[in-house]
């Protein structure tokens, strides 16, 4: 029998990225919005470890299903890391990712093309419904471009250029950015608890 397990998140995009990336796993994968009822709970945690972890328990607390959970953030050295562990709501509880990106070019204007590295980092984490989680970490270097370019992906997509390339994670198909990116990196460290449970 399938086993089901729920990815912590009502976001769509970040569901069929990750479905995208993982292997042909017998496993089914739902997000939150397929259980009436649930409701994610407040991204507090200082690290992304933490709000990993604590979106993954709430999950499986929820839902009494094994439940993948991740967090990830923005660190732009020009900002002192910033927006990181706030990277969702850099804007503001209520943020936009145009909002997002909005202040972000703000913030880094007048800044020159070689100080505008930066790096995405993802920490996913895998939690039973009882019992210890799997964490794993992921990260991938870039820089952030002077305005947006590119159709796909999400968030800060079209903002980071990756290291050693002319393009932004906006510019790559899904295939090429589920091959490469920061959440790709993070769910091998998950790949054999999970192939363990199909």
């Known amino acids: 029998m399938t086993r089901t397990v729920v990815v912590a ?5 970040k569901l069929r990225e990750i479905t995208g990336i993982l292997p042909g796993l017998d496993l089914e994968l739902k997000s939150l919005a397929d259980f009436p009822g649930a409701v994610p709970p407040d991204e507090d945690g200082a ?3 933490e ?3 604590k979106k993954a328990r709430s999950a499986a607390a929820f839902t009494g299903l ?3 959970a991740d967090d990830t953030g923005l660190e732009v050295d020009a900002l002192g890391g910033a927006p990181g562990v706030r990277s969702a709501r850099y804007a503001g509880e209520a943020a936009t990712p145009a909002g997002n990106n909005a202040l972000l070019l703000a913030e880094l204007s007048g800044v020159p093309p070689e100080k505008r590295t930066a790096r995405f980092v993802c920490v996913m984490a895998l939690v039973p ?3 210890e ?3 794993s970490r992921g990260v991938l270097e870039g820089r952030i471009c002077a305005g947006p370019r590119g159709g796909e992906g999400f968030g800060y997509d079209p903002l980071f250029e990756l290291a050693g390339s002319a393009r932004t994670l906006a510019e790559l198909t899904a295939a090429e ?3 490469l990116s920061h959440r790709a990196l993070a769910l091998k460290g998950i ?3 999970l192939r363990a449970l199909s």
């Open 191 to 193: 790949l054999p608890a």
């Open 47 to 49: 690290t992304l470890e």
């Open 66 to 68: 094994w439940a993948l």
């Open 177 to 179: 950015k589920n091959s």
């Open 133 to 135: 989680p799997v964490i």
């Open 51 to 53: 709000n990993a972890l």
């Open 129 to 131: 419904p009882s019992g």
């Open 9 to 13: 998140t009502f976001n769509r995009h």
